[in-house]
C-alpha cells in the first residue's frame, strides 16, 4: 500500500476529515475515487482546499465523532493503482533497499529511508553501522536502476575536507 494522505482531524460536523495530502497528484481526492483506510475501502464524495490541505468527505464517515477516530490514520492506495512517474523521477518505496556504489565501485550499503527536505531529497544508505547521506541532485547521483537495484553515486560524497 502507498499512502497518499494522512487524516489530520475531524471538519465539521457531517464526517468530512481534513487531510495533508502526501502526493502530488490531486486527481486521488476526486469525487468518486477509491482509497483505502485501516483496510476499508472508502470512496470521496466530495474534496476542497483549504490553506493546509484539504477537507475530503469519506463514505461511511457520517459524523463528526466517526471523522475524529480517524485522525493520524493514513489514506491508501495499492502499489499497482500508482501513477507513473516521468523518467529520472521515484516513489519512495522504490528507492528503499537499493544498492548504493559510487563510481569507483565503492559500496555505501542499502538505501533504508528518505527524507524530504526542502531543497532536495535525502537519501539514507546504511551499511556495517555506518550511515550516509546522499542528496538526491543530478551531480550527486549519477544513475538509478531500479530493475537492477543499484545506484550510482559521484565519488565526492566520500571526501572530507580538513576543517
Known amino acids: 500500500m502507498i499512502r497518499v494522505g494522512q487524516v489530520t482531524g475531524a471538519f465539521g460536523v457531517q464526517g468530512a476529515v481534513k487531510v495533508l495530502p502526501l502526493t502530488d497528484f490531486d486527481d486521488r481526492f476526486r469525487p468518486g475515487s477509491a482509497l483505502i483506510v485501516e483496510g476499508v475501502t472508502r470512496h470521496v464524495e466530495w474534496s476542497r482546499e483549504q490553506s493546509n490541505g484539504l477537507v475530503v468527505k469519506l463514505t461511511g464517515l457520517d459524523n463528526r465523532t466517526l471523522a475524529e477516530l480517524h485522525r493520524g490514520r493514513y489514506l491508501e492506495v495499492p502499489v499497482d493503482a500508482v501513477h507513473r512517474l516521468p523518467e529520472g523521477e521515484f516513489y519512495h518505496h522504490q528507492l528503499v533497499g537499493l544498492e548504493v556504489r559510487t563510481a569507483s565501485g565503492t559500496s555505501l550499503g542499502r538505501i533504508t529511508d528518505v527524507l524530504q527536505r526542502p531543497a532536495n ?43
Open 121 to 163: 531529497d535525502v537519501w539514507v544508505a546504511r551499511e556495517d553501522g555506518v550511515e550516509h547521506l546522499i542528496p538526491a541532485t543530478r551531480d550527486a547521483v549519477l544513475a538509478v536502476d531500479v530493475e537492477q537495484g543499484r545506484v550510482v553515486v559521484a565519488d565526492w560524497l566520500l571526501d572530507v575536507e580538513d576543517a
